[in-house]
Nanobody, 126 residues
Framework: QLQLVESGGGSVQPGGSLRLSCAAS????????IGWIRQAPGKEREGVSC????????YYADSVKGRFTISRDNAKNTVYLQMNSLKPEDTAVYYC???????????????????WGQGTQVTVSS
């Protein structure tokens, strides 16, 4: 089955940057796109960004628009999340997952995503 592995998390000061990677391997089922979903301590999972598999269209939550950029490298089967101007409220475990193929556009709710990675911790603190 599809395996997704996140990397690139860490601790940064407010205003700093990190780039997360989501590497795909294994059998590749049909799916619409790859999304990044985060979960802060004591909070529900929140969709952050998504990129479609076919045409590379991108979508962002309002909370990260203008600061985060999602991209993909098809040759490396990897999706990236460049995070700039990080804020303490961005602190969370960040997961990547595959959006089911029944969708025709990205959605930023966690429910329709499968093949979740193990997550990578991002901590923004002074």
């Amino acid at each position: 089955q599809l395996q997704l592995v996140e990397s690139g998390g860490g601790s940064v000061q407010p205003g700093g940057s990190l780039r997360l990677s989501c590497a795909a391997s294994g059998f590749t089922p049909d799916y619409y796109g790859i999304g990044w979903i985060r979960q802060a301590p004591g909070k529900e999972r929140e969709g952050v960004s998504c990129i479609s598999r076919s045409d590379g269209n991108t979508y962002y939550a309002d909370s990260v628009k203008g600061r985060f950029t999602i991209s993909r490298d098809n040759a490396k089967n990897t999706v990236y999340l460049q995070m700039n101007s990080l804020k303490p409220e961005d602190t969370a475990v960040y997961y990547c997952a595959a959006l089911r193929s029944v969708f025709r556009r990205c959605v930023l709710i966690p429910g329709p995503y499968d093949y979740w990675g193990q997550g990578t911790q991002v901590t923004v603190s002074s």
